[in-house]
Nanobody, 118 residues
Framework: VQLVESGGGSVQAGGSLRLSCAAS?????MGWFRQAPGKEREGVAT???????TYTDSVKGRFTISRGNVKNPLYLQMNSLEPEDTGIYYC????????????????WGQGTQVTVSS
């Protein structure tokens, strides 16, 4: 599965962005991860084929992960953005039937930069 993210950019705190992930195949489990400068990569949200989702606590109520069509199977709607949300956001795919931000993902995109200024 080849993954290509888009939709990143620079916004002020309180703003919104929508990330998209184009994929060559439709994976059972897909997710968004991010890496802030000087920090380890962390899971943001995941969604499985049945539509079940998981979110890291810091984005609950602000971010929404959803699945689209075969060519663009994954989105992340980010509202009420905070400077702490700044980082490179990665789309990832996992073929196993267990899904969650704590799981290992084998396929990754190149990432898209999100910058939130105060």
């Amino acid at each position: 599965v080849q993954l290509v993210e888009s939709g990143g950019g620079s916004v002020q705190a309180g703003g919104s962005l929508r990330l998209s992930c184009a994929a060559s195949e439709y994976a059972y489990c897909m997710g968004w991860f991010r890496q802030a400068p000087g920090k380890e990569r962390e899971g943001v949200a995941t969604i499985d084929r049945a539509g079940s989702t998981t979110y890291t606590d810091s984005v609950k109520g602000r971010f929404t992960i959803s699945r689209g069509n075969v060519k663009n199977p994954l989105y992340l709607q980010m509202n009420s953005l905070e400077p702490e949300d700044t980082g490179i956001y990665y789309c990832a795919a996992r073929d196993f039937t267990t899904c969650g931000i704590g799981r290992n993902f084998g396929r990754w995109g190149q990432g898209t930069q999100v910058t939130v200024s105060s």
